[in-house]
């Protein structure tokens, strides 16, 4: 077996797409994006046998430090069989003459394999299934792991909610696995003539992500982060953006033809309550315009929603709800093999900002809740690895 350290676009490509177990952040245009986002370099290592054939790839992203040293990041891990001892075992003594030679102080890792079976509520299933050796392995080969976080204290959630499309017959049946809670605003939204379309820009969709981020507490990203990704995936086409729009003027129309036919009376008041409600939405908006957008991202199986913005109007007509069903139903009739909700928290009751109430929402939608084994450091450079944090930390606070 023999180390290599730059592998061409092709031949990246070509193995990531046929690694079973393969996820969007390991792919060759989100080093990329990477590149452009955080001022990371992309490194396209691998090993690869006797015969001339690849075993394993990885994306490695470098960060520069002061004194010379760096750090690297492979998102969600190596792309390879991790079941594979030998492969696992020959590629790390391989990173770690690597890491040597790049003057590295850790590489960090983040497998998207699972941990153990959990229930909807994060707990240990009995009897479940488990890949506590496959975890052992990694300590075995003196990965560092970083603990069972809960919340989002690494650089990725350790917990998701993942639908996966084999255990079903037809789309019919995965609907059947949404919540009431969720299905009834879906309903509901088809009452609003909304227009589902696939939008090539994500200007708007910036200006919505500011709303969801005011209101929950956390700062979105900044318009070129946004414009970077989806420029970058879109080159592989590994990424969709779904927009809804909705015309005020139309919706009020509908709906006063429709009270005009309308017997009941309980039917009658919740008209006008729509009636009313759009009124004074389109002294805001005259015209159509988009009020929900959803970014998505694309492996060869696997289908992710990574990123919403919407208003107020999205969230009263469940427009929301009916953006996460058009992506599933697409990726569905796509012969995706499962979609990703991409992150929750571990702990369904945890207080912090609004991270419950994200985690509620997508259980409403249904799938299997996912626990990952974590991260895992691979330390060249122990003293520095103690002292690193501190400094970064002192750092930002001179930056800021």
């Not at 001339?52 to 994306?59: K, M, P, R, W």
């Not at 939405?281 to 199986?301: F, N, P």
Request: net charge positive; with cysteine.
């Amino acid at each position: 077996m023999r180390f290599i350290k730059n592998i061409s676009e092709k031949e990246y490509k070509k193995f990531w797409e046929s690694c079973p177990i393969n996820h969007f952040m390991q792919s060759y245009e989100w080093g990329q994006a990477c590149k452009k986002n955080r001022d990371q370099i992309p490194c396209y290592v691998g090993l690869m046998n006797d015969d001339g054939e690849l075993l394993a790839v990885s994306l490695l992203l470098k960060k520069k430090t002061p004194l010379n040293m760096c750090y690297f990041y492979a998102p969600r891990g190596y792309t390879m069989d991790f079941n594979n001892k030998d492969v696992l075992t020959e590629f790390t003594k391989e990173l770690k003459k690597y890491l040597k030679e790049e003057n590295a102080i850790y590489l960090k890792i983040d497998p998207p394999i699972k941990y153990q079976d959990v229930d909807t509520n994060g707990e240990k299933v009995k009897d479940g299934e488990n890949n506590y050796k496959l975890f052992n392995n990694l300590i075995d080969l003196n990965y560092k792991h970083k603990g069972f976080n809960k919340l989002y204290e690494g650089n990725q959630p350790r917990y998701t909610f993942r639908t996966y499309y084999d255990k079903y017959n037809s789309f019919e049946e995965v609907e059947k696995t949404f919540s009431k809670s969720f299905s009834k605003p879906l309903k509901r939204s088809y009452n609003y003539d909304l227009e589902i379309y696939e939008s090539k820009e994500v200007k708007t969709f910036h200006q919505l992500i500011k709303i969801i981020s005011s209101r929950d507490g956390f700062h979105e990203y900044s318009y070129d982060y946004y414009k970077n990704v989806f420029e970058c995936l879109s080159k592989g086409g590994l990424v969709k953006v779904f927009n809804a729009k909705i015309n005020p003027k139309k919706v009020i129309d509908n709906l006063k033809a429709e009270l005009d036919k309308e017997k009941k009376e309980e039917r009658q008041a919740k008209i006008r309550k729509d009636i009313e409600y759009f009124e004074n939405v389109g002294k805001e908006h005259e015209k159509e315009y988009t009020c929900a957008s959803l970014i998505c991202t694309y492996s060869k199986d696997g289908a992710w929603s990574l990123y919403i913005g919407n208003d107020d109007v999205a969230i009263y007509t469940g427009t929301v709800n009916r953006l996460y069903y058009e992506f599933m139903k697409d990726a569905y009739d796509r012969k995706y093999k499962y979609v990703d909700l991409f992150g929750v928290v571990g702990d369904p009751n945890t207080k912090y900002k609004n991270l419950a109430g994200i985690f509620e929402y997508k259980r409403k939608i249904g799938g299997e809740l996912i626990e990952f084994i974590g991260e895992f450091d691979l330390v060249n450079k122990p003293f520095w690895y103690f002292v690193l944090p501190f400094l970064l930390k002192i750092y930002r606070k001179m930056k800021k």
